[in-house]
């Protein structure tokens, strides 16, 4: 009950949003699409929203701009997480002005003509980056041009110039959601956090990856289980209302202070993650949770969710309840959540028989279901 009312609360909030998109929708403005991705790149969902106050225009339907003046502000800290380097061209910082366009909302000129479908906007929340592809636009267009409006949110921003476009890259400070329009020869951005747009919000958080192939027995990875049942499981979760964030979604490693930030910054309802089992005895085997202790929630916290997660893992793949534990310093992820949180650790690689379940579809989809099943449980949980 009390995970509802977190979540509730902010119904109202969220049909604000919904109206904005339909009224824009009405006057026929231009929206723009937010591809989100994960770590690995991977396209997750395409999410169109219109902005919740769009910039006002002068009497001539041009935007206002500022009767002070503008100065401009040179941002060239250039962030070396995963900026994209097109054609291996060098990397330029933006111009940003101080003041320009009266709006609250980042104001990125494009070129006179370009059309809402030259315009891609990509979400990397997990590196904390927006990124702007813009197709058709000359090379020297952003060396002569400042961008305007609400800077907050952006620690830097940097462009590139490749083969047919330029590509805009902003570090961002936190994880935020993007809403966006393109009118009258400017994207106006707003970044909101993601409490703002979302009433439902979860991590699912797959073990380890690239370099990191954690358990390895039986020739079997951790790292590939763990994605295997996400990627399951999201097809499952993509047919909701809940707003998923994903550790990853590709073979890559993600620093376990980065899976915790994700679940913070966003204020998830519950972070799940995705792990096998290992032990000295080759016989046990069976699924066990691990919950985070410490961080108490009234009413629904990590072991509500680590209960309804063991109970649900177990019916869906008819296996083996070993049980909960609370987690230890080696639980980094778990034990330094500050939302409700737990592992579910799916099966024992050290144990030949569950190996052999662990590499098959049917068994993983199991899994995966269960999961799932937890989710819509926990939702429900009074």
Known sequence: MELMKRTGILSFAFAIAVMAVVVFAIENRPLLAVSRYDEGQTLLVDDPLALSNPPANNEDGQPHTNEQGSDVIWIPEIDARGIIDNDNESVEALRFESGGIA???????????????????ENHYMSEELRIVIAGVDADFFANTVIS????????????VGTGGVTLNFVLDDIYECVSIMENGYIYIELVPPRMLNEKIIV????????EYGIVANGVNEKDVTLAVAVRLKELLDETDIKVYYTRLFDNNVD???????????????????ECDADNDSLLYGTTTVYNSTFFIPRFGSIDLANILEREVVLSIIGNAVG??????????????????????IGYLTNAQEAILLQREDYLEKAAAGIFNAIMKAYEFE
């Open 103 to 121: 709006t609250g909302h980042l104001a990125v000129p494009v070129p006179p003509g370009t059309l809402v479908q030259a315009v891609a906007i």
């Open 149 to 160: 409006g609400n800077r907050d949110g952006i620690l830097s921003g940097s462009y590139t």
């Open 204 to 211: 699912i958080d797959p073990a380890h990856g690239g370099s």
């Open 256 to 274: 376990e202070q980065r899976r915790v930030r994700i679940a913070n910054s966003t204020k998830a309802d519950m972070l799940i993650r995705i």
């Open 324 to 345: 909960l534990k609370p987690a230890t310093s080696g639980d980094y992820v778990i034990a330094n959540a500050a939302v409700p949180a737990a592992a579910i650790r």
